[in-house]
Structure formats: C-alpha cells, structure tokens
C-alpha cells in the first residue's frame, strides 16, 4: 500500500502545500526547521486537521479528499509515536499496547497475548508490568511505537521520535530505532528538525521549509546537492555567496577573503566548501596554494565515526574529522587552531544557475 | 434609610401570599432593620417567638411613633432558641416566649423574676386547610386518614406539643407527612398546597389572610408571657412596653393579627 | 549520625494557621466538654437516632451516587465542550452553592413539589410523589452536594493534557472508549476526591432537606433534622447526635484519606 497525499492546510496566516508519496517498507523524512509546517502534517494525516484543498489516499482508500471525505481519527489506522510518547500512565507497558488492539475489536486478553509479542520484538519484554513513569526515555520510545506498530496501521508516523531523549541516548537510541522501524513493512513516515535522524533513518527525504518543500531526493543526493542554505547547513556542505574576481573571492556579510582555483565564474556566486576538505592544525602549515587562517573553535560534536567541528569568526564554517585527530589535537571550545582548505576545495557556481 | 419604610414592606407582607416571597420580604425586613442603627435613641431589646412576628412588628411600629425617643429592637426566633439565647448571655430587656415552660425555666436560672411576668396574648390552635380543602378536611378526626398529606409542627415545639396532645386526648391516632421544625415552615407547606392541612396557630390563619382556609379546634389555649430580665438595663422602659402591649391599643394589634384577647 | 537542615517555617504563617485550626478546633470542644457520656449509649441507641443514621447513611451516599453518575457527564461538557451558553451554565451550577439551603429547598419545592411546575403534571400522571419521601431527602441532597463534585471535577478535566485523548483516538478508540478508559482514569483523584465531599456536603445538609422533603422520622429525618429538633427540647440528645455526626465523617474522611481523596 502507498500512502499518497497532495496536502494543503491553513493554520492562522500560515499556508502548508505538500506533496508526499511513501511506499510500503519505505521511511521517508520530513525534514524542516521550526514553524517549517511539520506539526501542521502531523495533524492532517493524524486526522486532527483538515485539509483546505487536496487529498490524502492510504492505497485506495481516500482518508480526507477536502470535500466530503473526512474519516474521524480513530479509524484512520495511523500508528502515531508522539514526540513525548503519550503514554497512559493510568495503564503498564502490556496495557499501554493491548489498547490499539483491544479497541480494534480483539478481546483483551487476545490483545494482551499480541501485545507481549510486540513488546518482546521491540526490546521491552521485561518490562510489561512496568508504569510509563518507571521507563528510561529510550525504553518509553520503544513502548510507544510497540503500540503504534501493534495496531497494524497502514502509516506509520514519528513525530520528532529523539527530541525527548538526551544527548547521551540519542545516538545509541537512533540506531535501534532504525533497526526497529524495518519490522514495520508498511509506509513510514518520521517527522525531524534534526538532519542526523534524516540521514539516518530517512530512505528518502523531504526538506520542509516555510510550508513548501524545498528539495527531495535520497539522503546521499541531498547530502551531495543542497539546494538551500538550509539544506547546505542542516546537510553538512559550507554554503557561502560572495564575489569572485579571479580567484579572489569577497565574501557577503564577512570579513575574510577565500581563494578559489575557479577563475571562470566571475562576478556573485555561490560557493561551497565540503566540511570534510577543511583541515585544521595547531601550528601553521606551510606548502600547496591554499586558505590559512587563524581561528577559534566554536563547539565540537561527535557523530560516531566523524566529528563535526564548527569554527568562529572570522570565517564560520563547519568542519568534518575524524575522532582520533579530535583528541590527538585536545580540540574544545575555544582552542585557538589554524584552519586550512585548498583552493581547489572551494567550488563555485553562478547564482541562480542551480 | 427610615424605619418607616421598613414597616411600609412590613404591613404589604401580611397581603402576601406565597412562602417564597414572604420569605424573601422577612429577610429584606430584617437587613433593613439591622443597617438602621442610630444611636441617640433608647434601645429597647424584645425577644419574642417566632410566631408574634406580625404583632409586634406592628407593636414596635405603633410604640415608636408614640415615643419617638424609644428605638425598638426585635429578636424573633422558636421559643427554645430565645431560651438558648438568654441563657447564653444574649443581652435582652423583654422576653416574650410562646410558652409558660420556657418562662419558667427562665425564673429557675435567675433571668426572670417570676413577680415580673404577666401574660399578652393568647392564641388557639387551628387546622390550616390548603385552598380548595383537597384533601376534605373537616375535624382533627380527619387527621387519622392515610391518604391526605397531612403535617403538624415538631412534637419538641409548641405548636406540635399541643398537637399531639389533644390527639391523645380525642383518642386520635394521627397519620402524619411532616414534622415541621416551626409552625412557619408549616404554613407555607400548607399555602402552597403541598400538604393538604396542618395544625397551627389561629393567628397564622389570620396571618395568612386568605391563602388558607381555617377550621377552629376546641383546643387549650396557649399563653404568650412577657417578662423584664433581671439583666436589662431598661426595666422602666421594659415596663412600659409592656403595658402598652397590655393596653387596649396593644390588645387591638393582637386581634387584628388573629391573637385572641388576654 | 545524620544531621538534617531544615527552614523553620514563618511565624506568621503558623500563627494564621493556627488560628484556623482553634476555629476549626473550638466548637469541636465545646461539642465534646458537653457531650453527656452517661446517656450517651442510651441515646444513641434510641429509635430516633437509630432511623436518623440510617436514612443519613443511605440518603447521603445515594446522592453522592447520583452526584458522580449526573456530575461527572455535566463537567465533561462543562470542560471540554464549547457551547453557547456555557458561562451561563456553570453559573447556574453553582447556584446551590450560593443559595440558602432553605430557598434552595423552596425552589425545589416550587418546581417538583406536589403542586410544582413540573412536580404536579408528573404526580398526576403516575402518582409519584417526591416531598415527604426518601427520594424527596436524596433529590435534595443530590442538589447541594453535586457542585462541589462539578467543580471539582471540571478542574481537573481543564489540567488533563487533552493530548492523551489525542493520541488514544490515534489507537482506535472512539469518544466513549476515551472518555471511560483514558479520561476517567486520568482524572480518577479528583473524582474519587469530589465523591466524598459530595457525600460530606449530603451528610451535614439540613435547609433544603426539611423545606422540600419534610421532616419525620424513619421517613424524611435524617441525622441533622433531629439534631435542629432535639435542639428545641432536649440539648442532651442534640450535642450526643453532633458528636455522632462527628465521629462518622471523621471516620470516613480519615480512612478514606490516602487511597481516595489525596490530590495525586
């Protein structure tokens, strides 16, 4: 079954217009910054919102067409993982997961068998008896999208699935996640501000930007291409814009000065520097023709095998290496380091010519 | 705020004829009279039973305007409760109970001078039939049938006492809906033709001035006993009053209001 | 050895506080320094104390029954429902609450009594009779005790996140199967809490009771009306049926403390 919908919702002054198609096994990201019209979606297929214009169609079934289709919430069959799980802290774990199926007819102490059987294949077997109040953030998640998965939905929906967690369980929780989404073979759909999960998680990404996507397209093509400065930054590719008078180039906003081995492009363009073609050195480096500066960093992010390394002034830019350089270097906030990228690294490309 | 215009709403409530605005009347009355205190007049303090309220509204009224340096202050309340009152140190210049035993029980704790007591009023009782006599009630006697709604004052005040004395008297084994706390609540229960007929006084007949019809009861009579307290700070003024209730234009307020002569 | 640092609370909170306590506490006394506790067995095992208790008993739980069954509904609406005239109706709720009991029982006299508005068409139809009857007390205690289940109710309902209502329709349920098994559970404390002070509010109700159901015993008087009785000939049984008052709503209130009406 293929969910397919052509969404256009109205909040306030605020104007959504989607087009989305998620096949059965596929996970697709909607990615967006804040106020980018995620919760918006999250309403409409949930069936809090209705549609202004368009429709959405789980197979052939037609959920909402805008008009005089409207099905109620409870029998859209939308397993939900609600950013704070939502669980019913009047209930245990096992109730927590017996409720979807009890309410779609099954007797409960059916539904309690089935649910035990979903519990133990998302990892929270041992903690039937539990209350939600008992559960680590992690194990919560996993309970939450038991029960969503339990009911057998023909979508399944995560809103923002790792905001609630810390930091410290969030990478390890993305990756079982990731693992636990596979045993839904039906359309998924994970709603994220945070490009980590969308990489990680997403077959296929929609970039959300001011209610219209701005870019689609698998994560590796998204990482590679960004069309935005908000994919360049969220998708981890430098986007700066500037003027290039024969290598020189003259950046907007900044006070630095980059060489580029493009001379071709002359005039306002588009540059991008790849994180992973910065280099940064405690003393000053010497050799090819490339960018030196002094600089200071700004914060350090391991993301497993690489870490990500944003520097200040005079030139903010984020920088990829590797974890064993991080620590050989002691790299911290405020550690001042020499930055250095080739000229050859420094793409440019006209404005507008995309 | 004058005391005139309290006694104007005063005299309308004897032509009113649902409980619910008497009710409502009375509690008006009452919050007009407590606001208007001014001092430079004679305070003289009445306690009184519930059941004199229209005499001696109208006694106070009519007192007032003759000794226009006396301001009369009336503490309408059952008979027990005045009782409670007194003996619980209310300060109060003249007591005028429902009952001798409650007079007595006052010279017995030293409130009253058992020399000083000398009778109002007397009443009788009566049966209070809801307009139209749904019920067919004629006697006493009619008080033995289950099938009216039939009420009578709590046998623990007067009213009820009495009652039920002179059932037993007239070998009658009453069947009753309703012990009333006070013989108000009674009438208004009888007015507004949830009970069929009631045992009150004759004056509450009169009272309520054609929203029920009387049948007289050949009942003993109750007497109303006024009192100066040893504790007043008015006894001469008490006096007085007094002997103006005594006094023929204080026994023509009690008739008129349905009392019987002294 | 362990030492604990503690704030000592301000005095003059304390001292507020215990003013209240000595005016909750006084009277408690005085009841208790005139309690004859010689007759104290005869008396409370006297015919009309022992009819008394039992119409209380039943009278006072029944309407603190109908109060949960009719209440509980009435504050959903109140909460959750955007009507028009909803301000007007929980005015109206209230009413009870800022009416003399007495009036209260007028009204109610006026409008289902033998000749009431509604009363007399329903009398003549099938013979039933409120006034002067069992369902007379409890019709009049249900009045006065329902909205402080209401209100208390209705608080409750307001701070629930109606998110989790949310997401159990998500799971398949329909509004019914929220309201019983996520709604109800959630706001469990609050109701629990405002079934007993219901039933305390239909315990301790006298005015409307005497005006709209009568007073007599085994049949309308309940624990208060033989109280307000005995009180004009018999103080001795008065204060020995107070105490008993006492005594069984400290009793239900207290054990009920830590499972039923705690706030969490």
Same mark, same amino acid.
């Given at each position: 079954?293929?969910?397919?919908?052509?969404?256009?919702a109205?909040?306030?002054?605020?104007?959504?217009d989607?087009?989305?198609?998620?096949?059965?096994?596929?996970?697709?990201?909607?990615?967006?910054?804040?106020?980018?019209?995620?919760s918006?979606?999250?309403?409409?297929?949930?069936?809090?919102l209705?549609?202004?214009?368009?429709?959405v169609?789980?197979?052939?079934?037609?959920?909402?067409?805008?008009?005089?289709?409207f099905v109620?919430?409870r029998?859209?069959?939308?397993?939900?993982?609600?950013?704070?799980?939502?669980?019913?802290?009047?209930?245990?774990?096992?109730?927590?997961i017996?409720?979807?199926?009890?309410?779609?007819?099954?007797?409960?102490?059916?539904?309690?068998?089935?649910?035990?059987?979903?519990?133990?294949?998302?990892g929270?077997?041992?903690?039937?008896?539990?209350?939600?109040?008992?559960?680590?953030?992690?194990?919560?998640?996993?309970v939450?999208?038991?029960?969503a998965?339990?009911m057998q939905?023909?979508?399944l929906?995560?809103?923002?699935?790792l905001?609630?967690?810390?930091?410290?369980?969030?990478a390890?929780?993305?990756?079982?996640?990731?693992?636990?989404?596979?045993e839904?073979e039906?359309?998924?759909?994970v709603?994220?501000?945070?490009?980590?999960?969308?990489?990680?998680?997403g077959d296929?990404?929609?970039?959300?930007?001011?209610?219209?996507?701005t870019?689609?397209?698998?994560?590796?093509?998204?990482?590679?291409?960004?069309?935005?400065?908000y994919?360049?930054?969220?998708?981890?590719?430098n986007?700066? @814009?500037?003027?290039?008078?024969?290598?020189?180039?003259?950046?907007?906003?900044?006070?630095?000065?980059?060489r580029?081995?493009?001379?071709?492009?002359?005039?306002?363009v588009?540059? @991008?520097?790849?994180?992973?073609?910065?280099?940064?050195?405690?003393?000053?480096p010497?050799?090819?023709?490339r960018?030196?500066?002094?600089t200071?960093?700004?914060?350090?992010?391991?993301?497993?095998d690489t870490?990500?390394?944003?520097?200040?002034?005079?030139?903010?830019?984020?920088?990829?290496?590797?974890?064993?350089s991080?620590?050989?270097m002691?790299?911290?906030?405020g550690?001042?380091?020499w930055?250095s990228v080739?000229?050859?690294?420094?793409?440019?490309?006209?404005?507008?010519?995309? | 705020?004058?005391?005139q215009?309290?006694?104007l709403q005063?005299?309308?409530?004897?032509?009113?004829?649902?409980?619910?605005a008497?009710t409502?009347i009375?509690?008006l009355a009452?919050?007009?009279?407590?606001?208007?205190?001014?001092s430079?007049?004679?305070?003289?303090?009445?306690?009184g039973a519930?059941?004199?309220?229209?005499?001696?509204?109208?006694?106070?009224?009519?007192?007032?305007?003759?000794?226009?340096?006396?301001?009369?202050?009336?503490?309408?309340?059952?008979?027990?409760?005045?009782?409670?009152?007194?003996?619980?140190?209310?300060?109060?210049?003249v007591?005028i109970?429902?009952?001798?035993g409650?007079?007595?029980?006052l010279?017995?704790?030293?409130?009253?001078?058992?020399?000083?007591?000398?009778?109002?009023?007397?009443?009788?009782l009566?049966?209070?039939?809801?307009?139209?006599?749904?019920?067919?009630?004629?006697?006493?006697?009619?008080?033995?049938?289950s099938?009216?709604?039939?009420?009578?004052c709590?046998?623990?005040?007067?009213?009820?006492s009495?009652?039920?004395?002179?059932?037993?008297?007239?070998?009658?084994?009453?069947?009753?809906?309703?012990?009333e706390?006070?013989?108000?609540?009674l009438?208004?229960?009888?007015?507004?033709?949830?009970?069929?007929?009631?045992?009150?006084?004759?004056?509450?007949?009169?009272?309520?001035?054609?929203?029920?019809?009387?049948?007289?009861m050949?009942?003993?009579?109750?007497?109303?006993?006024? +009192?100066? @307290?040893?504790r007043?700070?008015?006894?001469?003024?008490?006096?007085?009053?007094?002997a103006?209730?005594?006094?023929?234009d204080?026994?023509?307020?009690?008739t008129?209001?349905?009392?019987r002569?002294? | 050895?362990?030492?604990?640092?503690k704030?000592?609370?301000?005095?003059?909170?304390?001292?507020?506080?215990?003013?209240?306590?000595?005016?909750?506490?006084?009277?408690l006394?005085?009841l208790?320094?005139?309690?004859?506790?010689?007759?104290?067995?005869?008396?409370?095992?006297?015919?009309v104390?022992?009819d008394?208790?039992?119409?209380?008993?039943?009278?006072?739980?029944?309407?603190?029954?109908?109060?949960?069954?009719?209440g509980?509904?009435?504050?959903?609406?109140?909460?959750?429902?955007?009507?028009?005239?909803?301000?007007?109706?929980? +005015?109206?709720?209230?009413?009870?609450?800022?009416?003399?009991?007495?009036?209260g029982?007028?009204?109610?006299?006026l409008?289902?009594?033998?000749?009431g508005v509604?009363g007399?068409?329903?009398?003549?139809a099938t013979?039933?009779?409120?006034?002067?009857?069992?369902w007379?007390?409890?019709?009049?205690?249900?009045?006065?005790?329902?909205?402080?289940?209401?209100?208390?109710?209705e608080?409750?309902?307001?701070?629930?996140?109606?998110?989790?209502?949310t997401?159990?329709?998500?799971?398949?349920?329909?509004?019914?199967?929220?309201?019983?098994?996520?709604?109800?559970?959630?706001?469990?404390?609050?109701?629990?809490?405002?079934?007993?002070i219901?039933?305390?509010?239909?315990?301790?109700?006298?005015?409307?009771?005497?005006?709209?159901?009568?007073?007599?015993?085994?049949?309308?008087?309940?624990?208060?009306?033989?109280?307000?009785?005995a009180?004009?000939?018999?103080?001795?049984?008065?204060?020995?049926i107070?105490?008993?008052?006492?005594?069984?709503?400290?009793?239900?209130?207290?054990?009920?403390?830590?499972?039923?009406?705690? @706030?969490?």
């Open positions: 079954m293929t969910v397919v919908a052509n969404i256009v109205q909040r306030d002054d605020f104007t959504l989607l087009n989305l198609r998620i096949d059965d096994g596929e996970t697709v990201v909607l990615l967006g910054p804040n106020g980018a019209g995620k918006t979606t999250v309403a409409v297929l949930a069936g809090q209705p549609l202004a214009s368009g429709f169609a789980f197979g052939d079934t037609t959920i909402d067409d805008s008009n005089d289709i109620p919430p029998d859209r069959r939308v397993g939900v993982v609600f950013q704070d799980y939502l669980l019913f802290e009047h209930m245990n774990v096992l109730d927590n017996a409720f979807g199926i009890n309410t779609r007819g099954a007797r409960m102490a059916d539904a309690r068998t089935d649910a035990g059987r979903w519990a133990t294949r998302f929270v077997g041992g903690l039937l008896a539990k209350r939600p109040s008992e559960l680590s953030g992690g194990q919560a998640q996993r939450a999208l038991a029960r998965v339990a939905p023909r979508l929906l995560l809103d923002e699935p905001a609630a967690l810390d930091v410290e369980t969030r390890a929780t993305r990756r079982t996640l990731a693992q636990h989404l596979r839904f039906g359309p998924r759909l709603i994220t501000h945070d490009p980590t999960d969308a990489f990680l998680l296929r990404i929609y970039v959300l930007e001011d209610g219209k996507v870019q689609e397209g698998t994560p590796e093509r998204i990482h590679s291409h960004p069309a935005t400065s994919v360049a930054a969220v998708a981890g590719t986007l700066l @814009t500037g003027r290039n008078h024969g290598g020189a180039l003259a950046l907007d906003d900044l006070d630095f000065e980059l580029t081995s493009n001379t071709q492009i002359e005039g306002d588009l540059i @991008t520097v790849h994180p992973r073609a910065v280099a940064l050195f405690t003393d000053e010497h050799g090819s023709p960018n030196t500066w002094l200071t960093i700004d914060s350090v992010d391991p993301l497993g870490t990500r390394v944003f520097l200040a002034d005079p030139l903010p830019i984020a920088v990829d290496i590797t974890p064993a991080t620590a050989a002691g790299l911290a906030p550690v001042r380091v930055a080739k000229a050859t690294e420094v793409a440019v490309a006209a404005v507008g010519s995309n | 705020m004058g005391a215009q309290d006694k005063v005299r309308w409530q004897t032509e009113a004829v649902t409980g619910a008497r409502l009375l509690l009452a919050a007009l009279t407590a606001c208007s205190t001014d430079g007049r004679d305070e003289l303090v009445v306690f519930a059941s004199l309220t229209d005499a001696l509204m109208m006694a106070e009224l009519a007192f007032e305007t003759a000794n226009p340096e006396v301001d009369i202050k009336l503490n309408l309340a059952g008979s027990s409760s005045l009782r409670e009152q007194v003996l619980g140190g209310a300060r109060a210049d007591v109970p429902a009952n001798l409650i007079m007595d029980e010279v017995e704790r030293d409130e009253v001078d058992a020399g000083q007591i000398s009778i109002v009023a007397t009443n009788g009566a049966i209070a039939v809801a307009p139209g006599n749904p019920g067919n009630i004629d006697s006493a006697a009619d008080f033995a049938r099938e009216p709604f039939l009420g009578v709590h046998p623990a005040v007067p009213c009820g009495l009652a039920y004395e002179h059932f037993s008297a007239r070998g009658i084994t009453p069947s009753i809906d309703t012990e706390p006070d013989v108000r609540a009438l208004t229960k009888v007015i507004e033709g949830e009970l069929d007929a009631g045992i009150v006084y004759e004056s509450d007949i009169v009272a309520a001035d054609g929203a029920v019809d009387g049948i007289l050949d009942a003993p009579e109750v007497s109303y006993p006024a +009192a100066v @307290t040893e007043s700070s008015q006894p001469e003024l008490a006096d007085r009053f007094i103006f209730l005594r006094s023929p204080g026994q023509k307020i009690f008129d209001v349905g009392f002569q002294r | 050895m362990s030492r604990t640092i704030d000592r609370p301000p005095g003059l909170l304390v001292a507020l506080a215990a003013i209240a306590i000595a005016l909750f506490g006084l009277p006394l005085g208790v320094t005139r309690t004859p506790w010689t007759e104290l067995g005869s008396i409370l095992t006297s015919d104390v022992i008394a208790l039992w119409l209380s008993v039943v009278t006072s739980i029944a309407a603190a029954a109908l109060s949960l069954v009719f509980l509904p009435l504050a959903w609406l109140l909460a959750r429902v955007e009507f028009r005239g909803r301000d007007a109706v929980r +005015a109206l709720v209230t009413l009870p609450m800022v009416l003399p009991p007495v009036v029982g007028t009204a109610l006299l409008a289902l009594g033998r000749r509604v007399e068409p329903i009398n003549d013979g039933f009779l409120l006034p002067f009857s069992i007379g007390v409890i019709l009049a205690n249900t009045f006065v005790a329902m909205p402080f289940l209401v209100i208390t109710v608080g409750a309902l307001r701070n629930l996140d109606p998110r989790f209502e997401a159990a329709a998500t799971l398949g349920a329909g509004p019914l199967t929220v309201f019983n098994r996520i709604t109800v559970p959630a706001i469990l404390p609050a109701l629990r809490a405002g079934t007993v219901a039933w305390a509010r239909s315990l301790g109700e006298f005015g409307a009771t005497v005006t709209f159901a009568g007073n007599l015993q085994g049949r309308t008087q309940t624990l208060p009306l033989a109280v307000f009785v009180l004009e000939s018999d103080r001795d049984t008065a204060v020995a107070s105490l008993l008052m006492v005594v069984i709503s400290f009793v239900v209130l207290i054990s009920l403390r830590d499972r039923w009406w705690s @706030t969490r």
